[in-house]
């Protein structure tokens, strides 16, 4: 039989589509159903808490550093909820950026693990070595490997954080848990803490009244913490600030991977950092006297500011997607729909634009997007920082089932 | 096994090398060679062929993609198969793509165009074109997937298939005309 000539020269298209289409499968949705799955799943349940549940570590136990109304139920909006899966979702491999493929490598006798945290070229110090950093492609078969030079980071402990170079970019991997410093002297030694940290933004608690506020000279307040070096270690868990005076200070640093961690000081003499290392938080006692100078010079400093939640987001109905970005319309979840806003969110990270690549979500779709940093609001309610978007249900009065 | 470690033993003429690639690619080069024949044993036959056509050229060829590289050595050695067979029971999908892709471009009138310049164009388009949409086509025309076997790997209705393969047809033509190819 004669083949048609564009069957033919079907043969000649470019190999990399070829291979694509070979392993490309539409759905990113993993149904993690045999033995291998069950171990999957408990590593995209990590991958999902790390990104979810660590800047609440010590929000819902002990605390965070803005606890407030979770954007579902803010006078703004409407009540909200993610629906409920049955199943793990997680990416196949090609859908990961780097330091979501290599998450561990090994330098000496320590594992660092991926912070999934970018750090700029300022902060790396001296190269340690080149070692191997390795991953788990869950959704293919081996152990994928790459070898990166390995950095310090300058003023930090090597042995809690260095800097992975890894495509060109300089990524934070932290120890993984490690005994949390005996002093709060050798806690700001080993991190820098008190050089790589502004106190600023922060929410007062006294007589179970919350302010949020910022000052705007953090000199003091640190000028007593260093006095407290030999404050030694009181805890690494089970401990509550509930019903007691605090003050919550976000912190956020780019160059120990941190975005709205909190440090904490409760007026019966207690200060407490979730700021250190994976999941593990620490707890030292610094005495009255001085847990009161700070609380003191907070209340006597401190000039209004604006809630901020943890984890930004914004809800909408996706009304509009491009290859560039995509626009969602928070009407729908407005207790006033006349206040309703347009948002802009642009897809310049592999994060977020994957969900869109691979139709995970569609127009007409619920939706919260979740993001670091600042809306630009001058120039039209524009996201330039969206890394996760996830479908949602309106519970307030009608629910509303996102149309799959 | 990694794919440069079966390219290897394929250089030291380590038989394992056929061994490792029938257990990496066996089944694809079957579902390739068997969506075109319609028939096991030409299936079969035409996949040892392909593992004798790798054993013979590598080396001297390093493909430096080998899922694509044993994947076009099947494909071609199916369709040149299915010319010397002159078989009339063809499966119904595949005379469906050939009708297809006929439509698109007709091998009357591209007879002055080499196979190579026109699939270098289908490349360039598909590159223009969303994921799903570029491997959808791909799945279609170039391994010869049915309809219900692409809306079953993708998760889409069948409609939506058809819709899909429809509308980059008709991009692909509107394209080819515009690279100055006369339909």
């Known amino acids: 039989m004669k083949i048609p000539k564009m069957a033919k020269s079907m043969e000649y298209i470019d190999n990399d589509l070829v291979s694509e289409a070979a392993s490309y499968k539409r759905s990113n949705i993993i149904l993690f159903i045999n033995k291998w799955g069950a171990i999957a799943a408990c590593f995209a349940i990590m991958l999902v808490a790390s990104v979810f549940i660590y800047p609440y570590i010590g929000g819902d136990i002990v605390g965070s550093s803005t606890d407030g109304p979770s954007s579902s139920s803010t006078d703004r909006y409407k009540d909200f909820m993610e629906p409920t899966l049955d199943y793990t979702i997680g990416w196949w491999w090609d859908s990961l950026v780097v330091y979501e493929k290599y998450r561990n490598i090994t330098v000496g006798d320590i594992e660092y693990g991926s912070s999934e945290r970018e750090i700029s070229y300022e902060y790396v110090g001296e190269k340690i070595g080149v070692f191997t950093a390795s991953g788990y492609n869950y959704t293919g078969s081996g152990k994928p490997t790459m070898d990166c030079e390995v950095y310090k980071i300058k003023d930090v402990s090597d042995k809690k954080m260095v800097a992975v170079k890894m495509e060109d970019s300089y990524y934070i991997f932290k120890s993984k848990p490690f005994d949390q410093p005996l002093t709060l002297g050798a806690l700001l030694g080993d991190f820098d803490f008190d050089s790589s940290v502004k106190l600023s933004s922060l929410a007062l608690t006294e007589n179970e009244k919350r302010s949020y506020g910022v000052i705007e000279n953090d000199a003091y307040i640190w000028e007593i913490i260093l006095s407290c070096k030999d404050a030694t270690l009181k805890g690494t868990q089970d401990w509550s600030k509930d019903g007691k005076d605090y003050v919550d200070f976000t912190v956020s640093s780019e160059k120990l991977g941190l975005y709205k961690s909190v440090l904490t000081v409760t007026k019966d003499g207690y200060l407490f950092t979730n700021g250190t290392n994976f999941g593990r938080y620490a707890l030292y006692f610094i005495g009255e006297d001085n847990a009161n100078k700070i609380i003191d010079y907070v209340r006597s400093n401190l000039k209004d500011g604006k809630y901020e939640p943890n984890i930004p987001s914004v809800p909408g109905v996706i009304t509009e997607i491009t290859d560039e970005y995509i626009i969602i319309d928070d009407s729908a ?48 309610y524009v996201i330039d920082s969206a890394y996760h978007i996830k479908s949602v249900i309106i519970t307030d009065g009608e629910v509303m089932v996102p149309e799959y | ?118 699939g270098k164009l289908i490349s360039d388009f598909l590159r223009g074109r969303g994921r799903d949409e570029r491997n959808v086509f791909i799945r279609k025309y170039y391994f010869f997937d049915s309809v219900e076997e692409i809306a079953a790997r993708y998760s889409f209705t069948e409609s939506k298939v058809k819709n899909m393969l429809y509308r980059t047809r008709q991009r692909l033509k509107e394209y080819l005309i515009k690279e100055g190819i006369e339909l």
């Open chain 2, 1 to 118: 096994m990694e794919d440069g470690v079966i390219i290897e033993l394929y250089f030291i003429r380590d038989e394992d090398a056929l061994l490792k690639t029938e257990e990496k690619y066996g089944k694809l080069c079957h579902k390739i060679a068997y969506n075109i024949l319609n028939n096991r044993e030409d299936a079969e036959e035409c996949v040892n062929d392909t593992y004798k056509e790798m054993w013979n050229s590598i080396p001297p060829k390093k493909p430096d993609n080998l899922t694509a590289f044993i994947c076009g050595i099947t494909r071609n050695l199916s369709l040149k198969r299915l010319e010397y067979l002159k078989r009339d029971k063809r499966a119904k999908h595949l005379t469906e793509s050939f009708d297809e892709l006929e439509e698109i471009l007709s091998s009357n009138t591209a007879g002055s165009i080499s196979e190579e310049n026109i």
């Open chain 1, 333 to 380: 979840f407005c207790n006033d729909p006349d206040n309703g806003i347009q948002y802009k969110i642009l897809l310049n990270d592999k994060r977020i634009s994957r969900y869109i690549e691979n139709d995970f979500v569609r127009v007409n779709e619920l939706v919260e997007v979740i993001f670091e940093g600042e809306i630009d609001i001058e120039g039209g």
